[in-house]
């Protein structure tokens, strides 16, 4: 087979893949298949046969999940545009094949005005389907200016200390409050833990782990600390004697603890995508590429 020349989406396979295909323009084909894929995150094959109404066969150069068809034209050699033309015999492709719910149509140069006005017009025309105009292209240095590919990101948490904060008794009554102060007396000093809280049976209701969860204290992001009220009708439970209480009043210190992070796109960039119709303008990486290509020429 004749060595074909190079253009230089063959460079940019070669660059990604470490080899060249063997066919001429099948470079392009299975980068556009690549890209679409990631484009719609959905599976794309390449270089596809399909049977039309007419019993035509229709060779594809790419194919997404048996519902988009892709036709791909790198006119980088001789320079010239897409034409109108190009997008017609597409058509005729597309309006064949019962299954195909609509094209795109990938090129490494631009489209000429009357391509462009007939890619439109076959989405307002009923009779047709849809095919859409990608311009992808190998990206340049200039592509990646004015684009933010890396974005730094300082989080604040403002949290409440439970752990550290302290915590009083809001007794149901001034006469449940001597209870308890009576009991102590009798017994002796003593460190009194809360936990959980019970009904008049003795059945554990809640616990002071949820009632913070629950009732989040509100305070400023600015705030050192806070004072409220977690408020509960229940009972606590003292060396196994029970008191009713009606909520717990806290001091709580507020912890601010911050955090710098950087998200940017791994890998370097490699390819243009541009469509008008779909409003994307994105360039992708050689990481971004090699794993789509991959999964493309496994695909059978």
Known sequence: MAKYIKSPIDELFYSLMGFYPTKEGAAYEIISA???????????????????????????????????????????????????????????????????????FTSATEYTEPAQMYAEATSKNPLQKEIIPVYLRPSTKD???GRVNKIQIQLTMVVPDFKNGKFNILYSDKEEELKLQKFIETIGPMSLKIEEFYDSSGNV???????????????????????????????????????????????????????TFTIESE??????????????????????????????????
């Open 205 to 259: 209701i809640e616990t002071v782990e949820n009632i913070c969860k629950k009732q989040q204290p509100k305070f400023a992001m600015q705030a050192t600390e806070v004072d409220g009220v977690f408020n509960i009708e229940a009972y606590i439970k003292v060396n196994g004697n029970m008191f009713s209480i009606k909520g717990l009043k806290y001091h709580i210190p507020i912890l601010h603890h911050t955090e």
């Open 267 to 300: 890998g370097d960039a490699k390819l243009l995508i541009k469509c008008d119709k779909l409003n994307i303008n994105k360039l992708m990486t050689d990481i971004e590429m090699i794993n789509a290509i991959k999964g493309v020429m496994e695909s059978k």
């Open 143 to 145: 592509d990646e200016k």
């Open 34 to 104: 690549a890209a679409l894929s990631l484009l719609e995150h959905r599976e794309a094959k390449h270089n596809q046969f399909l049977i039309g109404l007419s019993a035509s066969q229709y060779q594809l150069d790419g194919l997404i999940e048996n519902d988009t068809m892709i036709e791909s034209k790198d006119y980088t050699k001789r320079g010239a545009k897409v034409g109108r033309d190009d997008l017609q015999k597409m058509e005729g492709a597309l309006t064949d094949l019962l299954e195909i719910k609509k094209g795109y």
